[in-house]
């Protein structure tokens, strides 16, 4: 079943005014009038330093929660209404935000209406709604879920947005989409380096965007190893403003896609004295955590530890970091940089990739 959820803010300057008995009958009184005939309120309490009351409509299908709180010299109230799409409350609720303004009529008062969230409507807009990495959330123009599958190692979906193109999601988590070209550009250092008869190594990059780059400047050989067959797979046939054909063959004349752990391929690598010019990681974004401990971390360290050894002596290393809001997260990786085995000088870039809707 479809739900619609809309959530009103409403603060004002002085305290103890939702306290008032009276005023909060009004504003029950308020909410119940725009849920319609057959609504009521229940469960009216005061609690500690704010009030509670619960209203319901059976009959229409929607309810209101609405919640008060005193305190720092304010009074805060929020009003949470689930409504169904076929009991649309849309210019009610707008009256609605303005009715309790007045009612409240309390001095340096503000409220906001958020945007309205869509619940279970199916298809591209079930996971249309999705956290940024300092938890803000962000909901996309998807207006359909092209494919999905689940491999060995992770959900695989994506999306059609008509803002961003098609967008490959993983684990519900954006990954990227066909305008993200800026990130490509930053994980290859477009502009900087020179691939012209070199030899590179790519950890990861199933949407195949770095392999594609990368074989239009040149290179002498790029390997790239890729452990998931469905992110290939889907990009391939729905990712082509990322991948273009790159991919359509795993291997060509100076490439090699190969599906399998890197970890190993590496360490065969090592084995065997072979050597590149570039290491490019994209397989996963630093942690975030409040230290460098963790599963996640070792991970990262025996990555790490690994590319250089498979690196000339003058050879590059890229990856992505994180968020620009996860300082923490990446002074602690820079630390870690520093205790490589390796002596290493880095350096760092800031981009903006436009489906993250933040600088990366």
């Given at each position: 079943?479809?739900?619609?959820?809309?959530?009103?803010?409403?603060?004002?300057?002085?305290?103890?005014?939702?306290?008032?008995?009276?005023?909060?009958?009004?504003?029950?009184?308020?909410?119940?009038?725009?849920?319609?005939?057959?609504?009521?309120?229940?469960?009216?309490?005061?609690?500690?330093?704010?009030?509670?009351?619960?209203?319901?409509?059976?009959?229409?299908?929607?309810?209101?929660?609405?919640?008060?709180?005193?305190?720092?010299?304010?009074?805060?109230?929020?009003?949470?209404?689930?409504?169904?799409?076929?009991?649309?409350?849309?210019?009610?609720?707008?009256?609605?935000?303005?009715?309790?303004?007045?009612?409240?009529?309390?001095?340096?008062?503000?409220?906001?209406?958020?945007?309205?969230?869509?619940?279970?409507?199916?298809?591209?807009?079930?996971?249309?709604?999705?956290?940024?990495?300092?938890?803000?959330?962000?909901?996309?123009?998807?207006?359909?879920?092209?494919?999905?599958?689940?491999?060995?190692?992770?959900?695989?979906?994506?999306?059609?947005?008509?803002?961003?193109?098609?967008?490959?999601?993983?684990?519900?988590?954006?990954?990227?989409?066909e305008s993200d070209l800026p990130y490509t550009q930053a994980i290859i250092g477009d502009g900087v380096e020179s691939y012209e008869g070199k030899r590179v190594l790519i950890?990861?990059?199933?949407?195949?965007?770095?392999?594609?780059?990368?074989?239009?400047?040149?290179?002498?050989?790029?390997?790239?190893?890729?452990?998931?067959?469905?992110?290939?797979?889907?990009?391939?046939?729905?990712?082509?403003?990322?991948?273009?054909?790159?991919?359509?063959?795993?291997?060509?004349?100076?490439?090699?896609?190969?599906?399998?752990?890197?970890?190993?391929?590496?360490?065969?690598?090592?084995?065997?004295?072979?050597?590149?010019?570039?290491?490019?990681?994209?397989?996963?974004?630093?942690?975030?955590?409040?230290?460098?401990?963790?599963?996640?971390?070792?991970?990262?360290?025996?990555?790490?530890?690994?590319?250089?050894?498979?690196?000339?002596?003058?050879?590059?290393?890229?990856?992505?970091?994180?968020?620009?809001?996860?300082?923490?997260?990446?002074?602690?990786?820079?630390?870690?940089?520093?205790?490589?085995?390796?002596?290493?000088?880095?350096?760092?870039?800031?981009?903006?990739?436009?489906?993250?809707?933040?600088?990366?």
């Amino acid at each position: 079943m479809a739900l619609r959820q809309s959530l009103l803010n409403f603060r004002c300057g002085t305290s103890g005014a939702l306290l008032d008995v009276a005023i909060w009958k009004k504003v029950v009184e308020r909410v119940v009038s725009v849920l319609g005939d057959g609504a009521s309120a229940h469960a009216d309490s005061e609690f500690g330093s704010g009030r509670f009351s619960f209203v319901a409509n059976p009959r229409q299908q929607c309810h209101a929660t609405l919640r008060s709180q005193e305190g720092d010299g304010k009074s805060t109230l929020l009003v949470d209404i689930v409504y169904s799409p076929q009991h649309d409350l849309e210019e009610s609720l707008e009256a609605l935000r303005e009715d309790i303004g007045q009612t409240l009529n309390c001095p340096q008062f503000s409220r906001s209406r958020f945007p309205v969230i869509r619940h279970g409507d199916g298809g591209a807009s079930d996971g249309a709604y999705m956290p940024t990495v300092d938890k803000r959330w962000i909901e996309y123009d998807f207006t359909e879920l092209v494919f999905e599958q689940d491999s060995d190692f992770q959900n695989v979906k994506i999306y059609k947005s008509g803002q961003y193109g098609n967008c490959l999601v993983l684990d519900d988590d954006m990954n990227l989409a066909e305008s993200d070209l800026p990130y490509t550009q930053a994980i290859i250092g477009d502009g900087v380096e020179s691939y012209e008869g070199k030899r590179v190594l790519i950890l990861g990059g199933g949407d195949g965007g770095i392999l594609n780059q990368l074989l239009k400047r040149g290179p002498a050989y790029v390997e790239m190893l890729e452990i998931d067959q469905v992110v290939i797979d889907g990009a391939i046939k729905h990712l082509r403003g990322i991948c273009d054909s790159a991919m359509d063959s795993l291997e060509g004349s100076n490439y090699k896609v190969r599906v399998e752990d890197c970890i190993p391929a590496m360490k065969e690598h090592i084995a065997s004295g072979t050597k590149f010019d570039f290491v490019i990681n994209d397989l996963t974004a630093i942690p975030i955590s409040t230290s460098p401990i963790g599963s996640f971390w070792d991970f990262m360290r025996q990555i790490l530890d690994l590319s250089f050894s498979v690196l000339k002596s003058d050879g590059v290393y890229y990856t992505q970091g994180n968020s620009a809001c996860a300082k923490a997260s990446l002074k602690m990786y820079e630390g870690e940089l520093e205790k490589l085995s390796h002596n290493v000088a880095f350096s760092t870039n800031t981009v903006c990739v436009p489906s993250y809707n933040e600088l990366w």
